[in-house]
Nanobody, 127 residues
Framework: DVQLQASGGGLVRAGGSLTLSCVTS????????IGWFHQAPGKERERVSC????????YYEDSVKGQFTISRDNVKNTINLQMNSLEPEDTAVYYC????????????????????WGRGTLVTVSS
């Protein structure tokens, strides 16, 4: 089975930065489409960024463009999410997910499109 392990969350002050990491195992890492989602208390899980392995396209939601950067290390089987200029509204549990290589960016906003999920890592941004 494919397993994902997300880490790197924590408490940071507004304006600070964090880098989240998602380590995948159990399948060829570079075949997977990868998505990062966040879920704030009382809200639905929402995509923040994704990488489509079929097209090589990277996508960011408008709310994080210029603020977050997704990167991939196929040697370490890791997808990182660099988050800069964090604000209290970025407080959420962040999840990484993997899906089939056939996924395209336009379909990757839907959580049900993904086959595997990591446990999530909590990011708390204080004002």
């Amino acid at each position: 089975d494919v397993q994902l392990q997300a880490s790197g969350g924590g408490l940071v002050r507004a304006g600070g930065s964090l880098t989240l990491s998602c380590v995948t195992s159990g399948r060829a890492h570079d075949e997977d489409a990868i998505g990062w989602f966040h879920q704030a208390p009382g809200k639905e899980r929402e995509r923040v960024s994704c990488f489509s392995s079929s097209s090589g396209e990277v996508y960011y939601e408008d709310s994080v463009k210029g603020q977050f950067t997704i990167s991939r290390d196929n040697v370490k089987n890791t997808i990182n999410l660099q988050m800069n200029s964090l604000e209290p509204e970025d407080t959420a549990v962040y999840y990484c997910a993997s899906g089939p290589a056939s996924l395209i960016v336009s379909s990757m906003s839907t959580p049900s499109r993904y086959d595997y999920w990591g446990r999530g890592t909590l990011v708390t941004v204080s004002s």
